[in-house]
């Protein structure tokens, strides 16, 4: 890949998705490109540039995204993360739920990749909050992922490191020509509703804000800039006194923003804002 190959390339993302491809993508970048050259039958990423800047090139700029998007995840992933969802944030929402008068607890999972992480949340909130009504809206700007994050159908080997009882309460195992395969029972997959969405693109598509807003391991591919407008535009969705998780190899300690740290990767949006 030529070096204004790369730098077209990694423009364009930016302006799609505002992730920030460094020189040190470069192999990534090539490698993924990979696929969608024998995908779309071109020779060369000079001929594949060609077509995203073609007039029909609209198709084609979703699926560099999606190939481009890092989708690594699994079934709860940063597991001190659902520890305190369940231990600290569940009840002490449902302490002000009773005393404000929600309806409903509500979770964003807001780059929900292939479902592991929205999916994770369900199980503990099915857990530990057994009387109360919950729901969990879960994004990402993958049209492909979202399809599999929605059918909720996954290989044995993940399923299979999570606790005997978990298997048994949360999937259906497959048989026959589904063998191998374990769903997510429908009792779970019918609490999370998927939407795609940019993060930094216009609003998402609800109105009513959230107690607890996962959004891991994105910031780490945005600039500065990015990634206070998103934790600004994340932290307006959250009630006062809501949590924004993080993932553990991201901080918001260089960034403006008006959040208070919790725990590690653990931030609360003060009451009184």
Not at 197 to 218: A, D, S, T
Request: neutral net charge; charged residues 25%; glycine residues 6%.
């Amino acid at each position: 890949m030529r070096d204004n190959e790369f730098e077209f390339i990694r423009g364009l993302v930016y302006e799609r998705s505002r992730i920030s491809l460094g020189p040190d993508k470069r192999e990534l970048v090539s490698a993924r490109l990979g696929k969608r050259l024998r995908a779309t039958n071109l020779a060369s990423v000079g001929d594949y540039c060609r077509l995203l800047q073609s007039e029909n090139a609209d198709e084609e700029l979703s699926h560099l995204i999606d190939v481009i998007s890092t989708n690594h995840t699994f079934f709860f992933r940063e597991e001190a993360h659902f520890d305190f969802l369940r231990d600290v944030a569940a009840p002490e929402m449902a302490a002000r739920a009773r005393a404000e008068h929600w309806a409903q607890f509500r979770v964003w999972s807001a780059a929900c990749s292939s479902g592991e992480e929205p999916y994770s949340i369900a199980m503990t909130l099915a857990e530990c909050l057994p009387q109360w009504p919950w729901e969990i809206a879960a994004t990402d700007i993958s049209h492909r992922i979202l399809a599999k994050a929605q059918a909720g159908i996954y290989r044995e080997e993940p399923v299979g490191k999570l606790p005997p009882a978990t298997i048994k309460a949360c999937f259906q195992r497959g048989f026959g020509p589904q063998e191998g395969n374990y769903r997510v029972r429908h009792e779970l997959r019918e609490r999370v509703h998927f939407h795609q969405l940019n993060l930094l693109e216009g609003e998402p598509p609800f109105r009513e804000p959230f107690q607890v807003i996962f959004c891991r391991n994105v910031m780490i591919y945005f600039d500065r800039a990015t990634q206070e407008e998103l934790v600004d535009r994340l932290t307006r969705r959250l009630v006062p006194g809501g949590y924004l998780f993080v993932g553990h190899a991201e901080s918001l300690t260089n960034l403006r923003h008006g959040l208070k740290l919790i725990r590690p990767a653990i931030y609360q949006r003060p009451t009184g804002a």
